[in-house]
């Protein structure tokens, strides 16, 4: 069963620190990997994607890695500002035979404090 | 804004009560869904349409109803909800069925908060 794991759920952080978030996925075939910031309320914005062959992309102060051989992603923030807390969502797409299979993970939700 | 809209934004409703999600995109995309997002929970997908033909029913309740009457609109329409089917609803579109090319990707709505009593 395709799967798509998070964690942290949450975290809290200081502004100016950096932090990290994981993705573990079972999706297969892979096809490529997207992370969305999501606000309270509104719906989530695409930050970054990534197909099997590209290891890390950058969006401003979001940085995001894959290892496709080990099936794992992570989004990095740097010198993290209010304007940050949201949650992130990590969700891979698989291939299948009428086109691509989203699956979503359940997000971590990210409160940076001043 | 991302050129996805909704309407309303916040709706409640009575189990007995008839009423309607409409979505619009302006982004002359070809594929738009409806997504169901519970609290602490993925977001789930519910439909899909492309060129105004549903493609995918994600084994979603007969309670809710879709409609696609043309590319740039899509309606969910809810009739005898229950409790539990409370929630954000989230339309999203897409150039096309995300067919993995990289640079497609998929558009949100600021969702509308669904609250049933």
């Known amino acids: 069963k395709n799967q798509v794991e998070q964690s942290p759920q949450s975290l809290i952080i200081l502004e100016g620190k950096n932090c990290t978030l994981q993705?573990?996925?079972?999706?297969?075939?892979?096809?490529?990997l997207r992370w969305y910031k999501q606000d309270t309320g509104r719906g989530p914005v695409s930050l970054t994607i990534?197909?099997?062959?590209?290891n890390t992309k950058s969006n401003g102060r979001y940085t995001a890695t894959l290892d496709a051989d080990t099936k794992q992603s992570s989004l990095h923030i740097t010198a993290s500002q209010l304007s940050d807390s949201a949650s992130y969502i990590c969700?891979?797409?698989?291939?299948?035979?009428?086109?691509?299979?989203?699956?979503f993970g359940g997000g971590t939700r990210v409160l940076v404090k001043p | 804004e991302t050129g996805v809209t909704q309407t309303p934004r916040h709706l409640v409703m009575g189990m007995t009560n008839k009423k309607s999600l409409k979505c619009e995109q302006h982004?002359?995309?070809?594929?738009m869904y409806w997504y169901k997002q519970s609290a602490k929970k993925p977001l789930e997908l519910m439909f899909v349409y492309s060129l105004e033909e549903r493609v995918e029913n994600n084994s979603v309740p007969s309670r809710f109803s879709p409609e696609c009457p043309n590319s740039s609109h899509l309606f969910l329409h809810l009739h005898t909800l229950q409790p539990e089917d409370s929630a954000l609803y989230l339309c999203a579109s897409s150039q096309d069925l995300l067919a993995g090319v990289s640079a497609d990707t998929q558009y949100f709505g600021p969702g509308t908060r669904l609250t049933v009593l």
């Open positions: 982004l002359g995309h070809n594929a």
């Open positions: 993705c573990n996925y079972t999706v297969s075939p892979f096809s490529n």
């Open positions: 990534m197909t099997f062959s590209e």
């Open positions: 969700v891979v797409s698989g291939i299948k035979a009428a086109g691509n299979k989203l699956t």
